[in-house]
């Protein structure tokens, strides 16, 4: 399950957003945590994750500060990105919490 | 003991046990991936608990980056004789090695996730030290 609002290609100021259903049976740990901010980490878009609607935010290029998050299997994770690659950042980002991480 | 293949900040990972020394860079492998220079040492020179200078200069050699390397590295002595290691490094060397403060697995895992981006040594650093914050 995925929603995206805002969404405005090509637009950088605003901000993108979208939500995803953490499936993966261990949630947003360790290993997840270190994808997440790999593929983060290719795009120069600002990217932010929380799990609610209104934050608060966290730099989901930072893999502490992602696995601080402590987001358990079945929790929503909304994303905010910012930049001018932010809609393909968007995509991957929530394209790699659909497919569990690749765990499942 | 060591596998090195691009231009990414390598990672070396320095503890007083052998075991631990392997199983954290086998963490760091399967976690991360092998994007990353990263090489381990452990145990004094007859094989006990304990660090040697040797050994961290083996080790750095091994991850060596044109980035430079992160050493992470667990208690008191594997903190100064990485310290000595480094002053022994020729002096080109020595300013693109930093010894981390961050605890040696995590802090392992953490710097080599943001070398796998291609993050400088600064950012790889203050990354794995983000644990401390």
């Known amino acids: 399950m995925h929603d995206a609002h805002a969404s405005r290609p090509g637009e950088t100021a605003v901000p993108l957003t979208a939500s995803a259903v953490l499936v993966n049976k261990v949630g947003l740990h360790a290993r997840p945590s270190v994808k997440l901010t790999q593929c983060a980490k290719g795009f120069t878009a600002k990217i932010e994750l929380a799990l609610s609607a209104d934050g608060p935010w966290t730099d989901a290029k930072s893999p502490v500060k992602v696995m601080r998050v402590k987001a358990p299997q079945g929790a929503t994770l909304h994303f905010r990105v910012t930049g001018s690659d932010g809609k393909a950042a968007l995509a991957a980002v929530l394209a790699l919490v659909h497919d569990g991480f690749g765990e499942a | ?133």
């Open chain 2, 1 to 133: 003991m060591n596998s090195s293949n691009s231009c990414n900040v390598g990672i070396v990972i320095v503890s007083h046990s052998r075991k631990i020394a392997e199983g954290a860079a086998d963490m760091v492998r399967q976690m991360v991936g092998s994007a990353v220079p990263l090489a381990w040492t452990g145990g004094d020179i007859d094989g006990g608990l304990g660090t040697n200078v040797a050994g961290i200069l083996e080790a750095i050699e091994a991850a060596w980056s044109p980035a430079g390397v992160a050493v992470l590295v667990d208690l008191g002595g594997a903190e100064t004789n990485s310290e000595m290691a480094v002053e022994m490094l020729p002096e080109d060397r020595r300013a693109r090695v930093v010894v981390c403060n961050a605890p040696v697995v995590e802090g392992a895992v953490i710097a080599a996730t943001e070398s796998s981006g291609g993050s400088p040594l600064a950012a790889v650093k203050r990354s794995a030290e983000e644990f401390y914050a």
